[in-house]
């Protein structure tokens, strides 16, 4: 297994990177909602916690319909957590969440990192898909590249 970078900056090469925003752009063309990637350096003991504070930095919550998902990483901590607005989590139990961490986390034991997101997004953009459909008059309300800090 290759060894990574503790570092957000240099975790993903520059094809994983483009692999990632790539999937988060061909989710959201099939949905109206958001989907967002955050690398940062550590996420503490209540990873879901700093991810939804992430959630709420990035300006998540203020979406229209409230359909913003969040996939966030902790990259020297070894953590991460999904965090889905209102709107989705109407849609996505527990289980469903579960099941898409489970299938990431294989691909990261993997070395696979960027294969578990794109994974995690595209399974994501399906449940989105089908209960937030693309709108005639849809924008896309926040930047779909990876947020690196």
Same mark, same amino acid.
């Given at each position: ?6 570092? !957000?900056?240099?975790?993903?090469s !520059?094809?994983?990177k ?7 752009? *061909? *989710?959201?063309? *099939? ?8 690398f940062?350096?550590?996420? +503490?003991?209540n990873?879901?916690?700093d ?7 990035? =300006? ?10 969040l ?9 991460? *957590? ?33 294969? +578990?997101?794109?994974? =995690? ?5 399906r ?6 459909? !693309? ?7 926040? !930047?779909?590249?990876?947020v690196?800090?």
């Open positions: 297994m290759t060894t990574r970078s503790e570092s !957000p900056k240099s975790f993903l !520059p094809e994983e483009h692999l990632i925003e790539e999937a988060v752009r *061909a *989710a959201e063309n *099939a949905t109206s909602a958001e989907i967002r990637v955050v940062a350096r550590k996420l +503490g003991e990873a879901l916690a991810a939804e504070q992430w959630f709420v930095r990035l =300006g998540m919550e203020k979406t229209r319909e409230r359909n913003g998902v996939i966030c990483l902790g990259v020297a901590s070894k953590r991460f *957590a999904i965090v889905g607005d209102e709107g989705i989590d109407r849609y996505m139990t527990d289980a469903g969440w579960q099941t898409v961490r489970d299938a990431m986390v294989d691909e990261f034991k993997a070395d696979r990192f960027a294969e +578990g997101i794109a994974y =995690g997004v595209a399974e994501v953009g449940v989105l898909s089908e209960h937030f459909p !693309p709108r005639e008059d849809d924008i896309n309300e926040l !930047p779909d590249e990876i690196i800090e």
